[in-house]
T-cell receptor, first 115, second 118 residues
Framework: AQKVTQAQTEISVVEKEDVTLDCVYE???????LFWYKQPPSGELVFLIR??????QNEISGRYSWNFQKSTSSFNFTITASQVVDSAVYFC????????????FGQGTELSVKP | GAVVSQHPSWVICKSGTSVKIECRSL??????MFWYRQFPKQSLMLMAT?????????EQGVEKDKFLINHASLTLSTLTVTSAHPEDSSFYIC??????????????FGPGTRLTVL
């Protein structure tokens, strides 16, 4: 069975703090894909990143960075120097093409960045 | 990224009426679209997979006759909530799958439709 766990339901930080959102996944497939999406208060999910299981290279995009570790089945997301505009719900998701591209979502982490 | 639109963005209807929600891929063709519903403070729940030119595949527990899905073209899928009741009130979100080389598929989401049934 496939499962994504985001243990942190809510996180509150003060602006300019760094924050890490945890994501742990379960799958028996050797090939799979991991995603992070951002859902601001407006409701629209915004695609942030996709990572293939065969590519463990970490990625940095501006203030965002992702740490993919197959050994611990984790795909954590770090925001450096957080800003108020980062306040949103962040979802981690898992997919494999054997299921037609279906996404298995975690429960989401609500990040609140206070000024 | 790819752009997906939804219409309407919000709708209020009376109990017993039917409501149609449209999902369009604006700058790409999508052979596969997905429909989700999301309750407040909860994650997205996949309702069905919509394939162009064929019947939708519904997830377990989702009523096919209640939630009618039509994917008549490569850029449009529609979800019709038939005989809506207050418990159908929710946030409905569609996504479209962009096929990439080497199985680099990615789903892009529409802005969602907030349905309120009185």
């Amino acid at each position: 069975a496939q499962k994504v766990t985001q243990a942190q339901t809510e996180i509150s930080v003060v602006e300019k703090e760094d924050v890490t959102l945890d994501c742990v996944y379960e799958t028996r497939d050797t090939t799979y894909y991991l995603f992070w999406y951002k859902q601001p208060p407006s409701g629209e999910l915004v695609f942030l990143i996709r990572r293939n299981s065969f590519d463990e290279q970490n990625e940095i995009s501006g203030r965002y960075s992702w740490n993919f570790q197959k050994s611990t089945s984790s795909f954590n997301f770090t925001i450096t120097a957080s800003q108020v505009v980062d306040s949103a719900v962040y979802f981690c998701a898992l997919s494999n093409n054997n299921q037609g591209g279906k996404l298995i979502f975690g429960q989401g982490t609500e990040l609140s960045v206070k000024p | 990224g790819a752009v997906v639109s939804q219409h309407p963005s919000w709708v209020i209807c009376k109990s017993g009426t039917s409501v149609k929600i449209e999902c369009r891929s604006l700058d790409f063709q999508a052979t596969t679209m997905f429909w989700y519903r999301q309750f407040p403070k909860q994650s997205l729940m996949l309702m069905a997979t919509s394939n162009e030119g064929s019947k939708a595949t519904y997830e377990q527990g989702v009523e096919k006759d209640k939630f009618l899905i039509n994917h008549a073209s490569l850029t449009l899928s529609t979800l019709t909530v038939t005989s809506a009741h207050p418990e159908d009130s929710s946030f409905y979100i569609c996504s479209a799958r962009v096929r990439g080389a080497g199985f680099t598929d990615t789903q892009y989401f529409g802005p969602g439709t907030r349905l309120t049934v009185l």
